[in-house]
Every structure is written in C-alpha cells, then in structure tokens.
C-alpha cells in the first residue's frame, strides 16, 4: 500500500472545487493563498481566474506533480514549506486564503493565520465537519471551548456548505464543512489585556466538568465570598466554563486584570 506520509484525503469531486471558488467570491486582482493543494483540483479552478494564486505544499512528491500540471501558468506560484510554520506576510500585504486544510494541521493551520490576520481578508476553508461544529458553537452546547472562543474573539465565523466524505480519495471517516473566517478589525469583545484574556479562558476549560470556582483557583484572592453561591466580577463560579458568553470572559479577565498584584 502506498504510503501517505501527511494522512492526505483528496478533493476528488470538481462539482464541490467549483462551488468553494464561487463561495470564496473572490474579487479581481486580489491575491489567493492556498494551502494543501495535494493533486490540483480545488486550484486548477482557482487558476481560471487572472488572480495570482501561491500554494503551499509540504508534499515534495506532490510539488514536482504540481509544477508539470501548472507548468506555463505565469500567475501561479508554488511554494514547498510546513503551512504550519510558514511566514505568510511573505505572501502579499494583502490576500484571501481558499483551502481544503490538510486534517491532521488544519487548526494549527488556522491559528497560525490568525497571527498573521493583518494580511488576511479572509479564509474559505474546508475542515472536518466536527472541527468546524467548534468553531461556530454558542454558548451551552457541547462543542463550545476554547477554541471556539479564540476564534470568535478574532473572526467573523460563518458555516458555508456541507462535504461528504464520498468528495475524497481516499474518503476520510468523518464529512467535512466549508467555513468562512473573517479576520475582525478589532475584537469581538474589548479587553484590558489579551494574554489575561486567553489565561482565564483556557483555564476555565481545563476541565470541562468542574465549576469555574475549581477551575479559576489562580484568582482565588478576588472570589467573592460573602455571596452565595460565590461570585467573581459578578459571575456565578458554580457555573461550567461552556456556559461563559466571550463577554462574560470579557468581563473576569477585565475584573482580574484591574485587580491583580
């Protein structure tokens, strides 16, 4: 059998190529990044536009069947490099990410963009259908967590179309969803410093069973403990951190910010 070094599911439905294109609404001129390109389906349609496209590939194998599908395409640029690590301000000041992300990266991947989201317009990209349940679940439901909320605090999240897995070859296990992320210019929530922000939000996911007064334990000092059940900045700690709007963060890491040592 043939090894598959980066577990790669292939876009094998052109139908489905087409339609992320259209959904991408890409304008003319601007540029287009994409990442995993694997055979060239999603970009040859990518390609039909004068638009200069660059691909990331970590696939050398895949790059040289790239380079002689695309050869004679003067706005075409191949780019062999680990998505994941990758200096994308090196692509354009400006551009527009349309991807089917490779599954085992995809929200490395992600994340990695988000810090380089000044150069962003924004991203049409295929994921698995459960990563994507993540990033676009509300407050309550089961796939709501940290990354949900780091997304939504950065980027406009809107769910596009659903894939079958019978779209690949090989056909992965799970279906996958096409998602738009649009970079926000400024946050979903104002607050007084980013890196309290993400500390509180990921320490009340930690365990996702336990009530927030056992999972915010760092800030013990500020609980309020003449209420009960106990409060902090004016939040029930016998709630679960999946119960917590990105304004209700927005409010504790304000509170512990202002009041910290």
Same mark, same amino acid.
């Given at each position: 059998?043939?090894? !598959?070094?980066?577990?790669?599911?292939?876009?094998?439905? =052109?139908?489905?190529?087409?339609? &992320? *294109?259209?959904?991408?609404? &890409?304008?003319?001129?601007? =540029? #287009?990044?994409?990442?995993?390109?694997?055979?060239? %389906?999603? =970009?040859?349609?990518? @390609?039909?536009?004068?638009?200069?496209?660059?691909?990331?590939? %970590?696939?050398?194998?895949?790059?040289?069947?790239?380079?002689?599908?695309? +050869?004679?395409?003067?706005?075409?640029?191949?780019?062999?490099?680990?998505?994941?690590?990758?200096?994308?301000?090196?692509?354009?000041?400006?551009?527009?990410?349309?991807?089917?992300?490779? /599954?085992?990266?995809?929200?490395?991947?992600?994340?990695?963009? %988000?810090?380089?989201?000044?150069?962003? #317009?924004?991203?049409?990209?295929?994921?698995?259908?459960?990563?994507?349940?993540?990033?676009?679940? !509300?407050?309550?439901?089961?796939? /709501?967590?940290?990354? =949900? *909320?780091?997304?939504?605090?950065?980027?406009?999240?809107?769910?596009?179309?659903?894939?079958?897995?019978?779209?690949?070859?090989?056909?992965?296990? #799970?279906?996958?969803? @096409?998602?738009?992320?649009?970079?926000?210019?400024?946050?979903?929530?104002?607050?007084?410093?980013?890196?309290?922000?993400?500390? *509180?939000?990921?320490?009340?996911?930690?365990?996702?069973?336990?009530?927030?007064?056992?999972?915010?334990?760092?800030?013990?000092?500020?609980?309020? $403990?003449?209420?009960?059940?106990?409060?902090?900045?004016?939040?029930?700690?016998?709630?679960?951190?999946?119960?917590?709007? $990105?304004?209700?963060?927005?409010?504790?890491? +304000?509170? &512990?910010?202002?009041?910290?040592?």
């Amino acid at each position: 059998m043939k090894k !598959r070094p980066f577990g790669q599911n292939f876009l094998k439905d =052109t139908s489905i190529a087409e339609e &992320i *294109v259209r959904l991408a609404q &890409i304008s003319p001129e601007e =540029t #287009i990044l994409e990442i995993g390109p694997g055979k060239g %389906i999603l =970009t040859q349609y990518l @390609l039909d536009s004068p638009n200069p496209l660059t691909a990331l590939e %970590i696939d050398g194998k895949l790059c040289d069947e790239l380079r002689q599908k695309f +050869n004679g395409k003067d706005h075409f640029r191949l780019i062999e490099a680990d998505a994941t690590k990758f200096d994308y301000g090196c692509v354009g000041p400006k551009f527009k990410v349309v991807s089917n992300l490779p /599954y085992y990266a995809a929200t490395h991947i992600v994340k990695r963009l %988000i810090d380089f989201r000044a150069h962003v #317009i924004d991203m049409t990209v295929m994921m698995q259908k459960e990563v994507v349940d993540r990033l676009v679940a !509300r407050p309550g439901q089961k796939e /709501y967590g940290s990354l =949900t *909320v780091f997304i939504q605090f950065h980027c406009q999240v809107e769910r596009l179309l659903e894939i079958d897995k019978t779209a690949f070859s090989p056909p992965p296990k #799970i279906d996958s969803s @096409l998602v738009k992320l649009t970079p926000l210019t400024s946050p979903q929530v104002q607050v007084n410093d980013q890196k309290t922000f993400f500390k *509180v939000v990921n320490a009340a996911f930690l365990h996702k069973r336990k009530m927030l007064k056992n999972n915010l334990k760092d800030w013990q000092d500020q609980f309020q $403990l003449e209420s009960d059940p106990v409060h902090l900045a004016g939040i029930d700690l016998s709630r679960r951190g999946e119960t917590l709007s $990105l304004e209700d963060f927005a409010t504790l890491s +304000n509170f &512990i910010h202002t009041h910290h040592d």
